[in-house]
Every structure is written in structure tokens, then in C-alpha cells.
């Protein structure tokens, strides 16, 4: 919808008139103080379109505005415009589409085919990761003035749709040669939804295993129903719940999933806000598949929101242990708000707690510092809470796991590795010499396949920034601006030798933890997000500690009471 400045002007001037209506005393100075400055504000905005220079944007101004007003609060408040679907898809999981993640490719200025999702009509067509896109509809999709971020939403909003229509997609198929083939697809858009157990399986001794990407998909907590009680009939005698990574999404989803494993009219979650009808009590409503089998849920740093309601109300509750490493922090409640023109928000109304009592979030938005900034809560300063066998448990910083898993450091070298799609430009190429890898759990990447990674990045002439030199040159400036460089060169000449930039030797250092995401992104492309989970869990050091935990029944039992 566009819109000219003289009808932004007049809704902002009825917007005014309305607000003028408020009746408020003379004394009640914060009414006072919101309508003086949206009088300000609307008479900026008119002074702006009518004296500045050059010629405003009306829409781009006022979202700008927007933006700026919101960022005062926190980072899940958020404005959505007519056009933008985004709330409407990350509350019901589904939109009109091919069903592909598609990224930004820098060699080419493009946007590429990432993955295609398993059954959707891209990867039914035959569309392939590493597909550059080049048309849609017969329109150019090159990046012209736009950023990368900005002509990634382009291609999306172009390849989205009505489910039954059809759009026509020529890309550029990358070859062994390094050349590239123009392809043609004609595609029909279907109704896409995100697969919320993208896999369950049994593993180790018995137990039974099931990721849970979202709760941010109406209905989901069926689909993790259906894997649990298919699990129990494979034989599964304990269960993990695998939360890492999921950044959460609809609260009633959180509470269902809790209600599995715990007695129907259990309080999982209260909510508390500034007004009466933010106040509400989430209890569970169904009778539960098991309250007794023996539950494990790994949780991580990106485990967040619903997901920190589902491990921490278990945890709470003295149904499973958690394990791995503390999770995210966010105990805020957020609700869609309609707005004039078919425009819309989200809205932080409320704070939740878990049935300790213990509200999780981790940062204070209304505490700022003098630049804006914000900061975590520190231990020190959060509260003791009981579960209700009586074991301790804290308020702020997420959840603690009951089993803590030590996390690896991230190597420096893999972020340029994966950021600069030499990973993704390997796995393309070596997919195309290979047109089948057999399974999974014979999958490895050899000494020859990483000679052959090795080339390539040589050839392309790879680099990438190391902190140590970083932190040896500020060192250095440091050193002469305070007059110590003189009596300390040979020491940093020798530093220098010891830390010279050798890539053969980091990639020898780091080999396993880039092996492994090597073949995890070859084997997306042939068993898509089910094949990465399993490569995975070959090496998986939180999975293991809950599987040795979970097979300890003693010391299951001992970590879910409490020591005396």
C-alpha cells in the first residue's frame, strides 16, 4: 500500500485530534507529557515535508521513527507494516511458497539455494543447494542498489505465494568445471510448514530421542506427541528431549508438550503484566502419555523462551534433568496487536514463572546504562527458589542445567570458513562428483576427501583474521604509546615469528570439528535436515552424559532429590 504524504499527514493529525479527546486533570502531567509530544512530533514531521531540501519519504520516515521508539524498549517489540506477513507466519508456521531456505551468495552477488526442505515442491522439482537464482517470473533478481540482506527479502517475496499458483525460476547450476548451466523450473507454491521434529529416533540403550526445532507452529506439540508415543511403542524405555538451538515460540505449545510427562491440573505458568488482563494461569489441561519413564532435556545458550518454560517447568518439577549448558534468559511474554491499516505488533505484556516461582529472564530492558546499552543480571544478584522435591533453583540467567556439559570453544578459523561458503562450496562440488553417499552412519570424510578441501582453499586463496595477531598489534600500539617498545622489540619479533599466519597448520589443529561440519552439510543435501542431525550425533558429548545419566538409575534418582 503506498501512501502519499498528505495521507500520512492526515492520519497523523486524526491520530492527534483522538488523542486530544483523552480527557485528563490538569494534574495528571503524564497524559499531559504524551500529548505535548506527539504535538511535537507531528509538527516536525509537517515542517520536515514542507521545508526541508529534498523530498522525504513519508513511509520510510515515520518507520524509521518507529524503529527508533520501539528500540527503547526490547528486542522482541516489534512493528510489522501491511505487507510484511512475518507475525502472521512465525504464529502459525505456514506460508504460501517453493520451500527452500535460500541465503545471500557473495562470489556471485546472488541469492543461492541453501536447502530445500524435504518434500516441499522445491526439492520435488529438482531444485539443488547451490542453485543460483537469476529469475523469477521472468524478473531480473539481480542485486542492483540493493544491500544483500534487502535482495535476499526481494527473491523471498517474489518466490512466495498463493498455495496453488505457480511461478516460473531459471537458475544457474554450478558444474565440476566451475562453470555454471542455465535451468528452468516451473514450480507450483503449496502450503509450507515447518517440520517441528525434524527427527526421532531410538539411540543408545533404549532411549528414545526426539529435536524439537520450534514451538512456533500451531499444533506442533501433536507432532512431538506422535514421535513420543511411536518412541514407546519402538520399545524406548527413557526419553530425551533434545531443546538446543530451539529459540521458542507459542506458550500454550510449552505447556502441552509439560503436559506429556506431568498430571493433568499441574500449574506450569503464570504470566504477570502492568494491566489485570496480562495476568494469566497456564495449567495442564489433558490427561499425560507418561509420568513416570525416566526424561532427559538437552538445553544450550540458544535454548530460549518456550523452550526454557518446557525445560525449566520440568526442572521445577522434579520430572527430568536438564542437561548441558545454561540456557538463553528470556522469561517475557509477547502478544500480536492489530493496528490501523492492516499493520500490526508485538507486544512485550508480561513476564512468566515457572512453578518454583522463578521468573528466568536474564536482562532488565528498563534498566539501561547511559549509552543504551544493557547487561545480563549477575548471578550475585539473583534469588533462590525451591523446586518441589526441595532442590535449589535461581531466578535470571536462563536455566542451569542439572548436568553441565563443558561447551567447546568455537574455532576463530570455522566462522570464516563457514561465512565465507567454502564449506558450502565444497560439499556443492563434492556432491556433484558423487551422486550417492550410501547411509549415514558409514559416512565419513576421509584424509584424501580433506587433501582435496585443503586445494581448494589454497587455490582460492583463503584468509581469514586471526585474534592473536589482532590483539598482538594492539598490543604493539599500546607498547610505543607508552614507551616500553624500545626494551621489549626482540620480544615482540619473536612473538611475531611464533604467531606468523599459517593456514595448513590451523586447519590441522581443527580438523575434526571441520570434518565434521563438512559432511554435515554434504549430507543435507541428500537426507536434508535428518542427516545433519544424525552426523551429529556421532560425537555428541551433551547426548552421551544424558544417556549415561538416564541408564544410572541411581544417579538419575539422586540428582532429582535432594541431598541430605
Avoid at 500500500?1 to 492520519?11: E, G, Q
Avoid at 524509521?64 to 512465525?90: S, V
Avoid at 581469514?464 to 589482532?470: A, F, L, M, P
Wanted: hydrophobic fraction near 35%; include cysteine.
Amino acid at each position: 500500500m503506498k501512501w502519499n504524504s498528505k495521507k500520512i499527514l492526515l492520519m497523523i493529525c486524526v491520530g492527534l485530534t483522538g488523542s486530544a479527546l483523552f480527557s485528563f486533570n490538569k494534574g495528571d502531567d503524564r497524559n499531559f507529557q504524551i500529548a505535548k509530544n506527539l504535538d511535537i512530533f507531528n509538527a516536525i514531521f509537517k515542517e520536515l515535508d514542507m521545508f526541508y531540501v529534498d523530498t522525504i519519504d513519508p513511509e520510510k520516515v515515520i518507520k524509521y521513527g518507529i524503529d527508533a521508539m520501539l528500540a527503547q524498549t526490547d528486542p522482541y517489540t516489534e512493528y510489522y507494516p501491511e505487507e510484511d506477513n512475518t507475525l502472521k507466519e512465525m504464529t502459525s508456521g505456514k506460508f504460501g511458497g517453493i520451500g527452500s531456505v535460500i541465503r545471500y551468495y557473495t562470489p556471485r552477488k546472488r541469492v543461492a539455494i541453501i536447502e530445500p526442505s524435504e518434500g516441499s515442491p522445491a526439492a520435488e522439482i529438482g531444485l539443488k543447494a547451490g542453485d543460483i537464482i537469476m529469475e523469477i517470473n521472468g524478473k531480473d533478481m539481480a542485486q542492483g542498489d540493493r544491500i544483500p540482506n534487502d535482495l535476499t527479502s526481494y527473491v523471498s517475496d517474489n518466490l512466495r505465494g498463493e498455495p496453488g499458483t505457480t511461478c516460473v525460476l531459471k537458475v544457474e547450476r554450478p558444474t565440476s568445471d566451475s562453470t555454471y548451466v542455465p535451468m528452468e523450473f516451473k514450480i507450483t507454491r503449496s502450503t509450507i510448514r515447518t517440520n517441528p521434529v525434524p527427527y526421532y529416533g531410538i539411540v543408545g540403550n533404549n532411549v528414545g530421542y526426539i529435536v524439537i526445532s520450534t514451538f512456533a507452529i500451531e499444533n506442533c506439540s501433536k507432532d512431538i506427541k506422535k514421535a513420543l508415543i511411536e518412541l514407546k511403542q519402538q520399545g524406548a524405555k527413557s526419553i530425551v528431549l533434545d531443546l538446543r538451538g530451539n529459540g521458542g515460540g507459542l506458550l500454550g505449545e510449552a505447556v502441552n508438550v509439560v503436559n506429556f510427562f506431568v498430571p493433568k491440573g499441574k500449574e506450569i505458568v503464570v504470566t504477570k503484566g502492568k494491566i489485570k488482563q496480562a495476568g494469566t494461569t497456564y495449567k495442564t489441561m489433558n490427561e499425560p502419555v507418561d509420568t513416570e519413564i525416566p526424561l532427559a532435556v538437552l538445553v544450550d545458550g540458544s535454548t530460549a523462551s518456550a523452550s526454557e518454560i518446557v525445560s525449566g517447568s520440568l526442572q521445577d518439577l522434579d520430572r527430568a534433568i536438564v542437561v548441558g549448558s545454561r540456557t538463553y534468559g528470556k522469561g517475557l511474554v509477547q502478544v500480536p496487536r492489530e493496528l490501523p491499516y492492516n499493520s500490526s505488533m508485538k507486544v512485550t505484556t508480561a513476564k512468566y514463572y515457572i512453578p518454583s516461582g522463578r521468573c528466568i529472564q536474564a536482562i532488565d530492558y528498563a534498566k539501561r546504562n547511559a549509552d543504551g546499552a544493557v547487561a545480563r543480571t549477575p548471578d550475585s544478584l539473583t534469588n533462590v527458589f525451591h523446586t518441589a522435591a526441595g532442590r535449589e533453583v535461581r531466578d535470571g540467567g536462563g536455566i542451569r542445567p542439572d548436568v553441565e556439559v563443558k561447551v567447546e570453544n568455537f574455532p576463530n578459523i570455522m566462522f570464516y570458513l563457514l561465512n565465507d561458503d567454502m564449506i558450502f562450496d565444497y560439499a556443492t562440488q563434492y556432491c556433484i562428483k558423487h551422486s550417492q553417499v550410501g547411509e549415514v552412519k558409514d559416512f565419513t570424510i576421509t584424509d584424501a576427501d580433506y587433501v582435496d578441501f585443503k586445494k581448494m582453499l589454497h587455490k582460492r586463496k583463503f584468509t581469514y583474521d586471526r585474534q592473536s595477531e589482532k590483539m598482538l598489534k594492539n598490543l604493539k600500539e599500546i607498547a610505543e604509546f607508552e614507551g616500553y617498545m624500545d626494551g621489549a622489540k626482540e620480544e615482540f619479533a619473536a612473538l611475531e615469528t611464533k604467531l606468523t599466519h599459517n593456514l595448513d597448520h590451523e586447519l590441522d589443529r581443527f580438523s575434526k570439528e571441520i570434518k565434521d561440519a563438512i559432511a554435515q552439510e554434504i549430507l543435507k543435501r541428500y537426507y536434508f535436515q535428518r542427516g545433519a542431525i544424525l552426523q551429529r550425533l556421532k560425537d555428541d558429548p551433551d547426548l552421551k552424559k544424558a544417556i549415561e545419566t538416564l541408564n544410572n538409575q541411581s544417579e538419575y534418582s539422586k540428582i532429582l532429590s535432594v541431598m541430605k
